[in-house]
């Protein structure tokens, strides 16, 4: 129902930053809450960060100060902003919608933080 591509990923030094994108099909993104989600190998998928349809937001500790999440509903899209990068923020970002009991995920995207 709902498609959603990440987009952004990549390589870089500790210290540096990236913006990752999340497009997504349909016609209702407006009533989803959006998060960021990310897996290093061999770990937990944990939650990043997240955005209700009224803009609400909250981080993991981890990234508090250093990672923002934004929505543009006109663009169906949502970023997450990742500066000041640490090796430990290595994983796979996916990008999650949700409304009540339902929920579409992206194909996720690679970044990787190292010298």
């Known amino acids: 129902q709902v498609q959603l591509v990440e987009s952004g990923g990549g390589l870089v030094q500790p210290g540096g930053s990236l913006r990752l994108s999340c497009a997504a099909s349909g016609s209702r993104f407006s009533i989803y809450g959006m998060g960021w989600y990310r897996q290093a190998p061999g770990k937990q998928r944990e939650l990043v960060a997240r955005i209700t349809s009224g803009g609400s937001t909250n981080y993991a500790d981890s990234v508090k100060g250093r990672f923002t999440i934004s929505r543009d509903n006109a663009k169906k899209t949502v970023y997450l902003q990742m500066n000041r990068l640490k090796p430990e923020d290595t994983a796979v970002y996916h990008c999650?919608?949700?409304?009540?009991?339902?929920?579409?995920w992206g194909q996720g995207t690679q970044v990787t933080v190292s010298s």
């Open positions: 999650n919608a949700n409304y009540y009991n339902f929920e579409y």
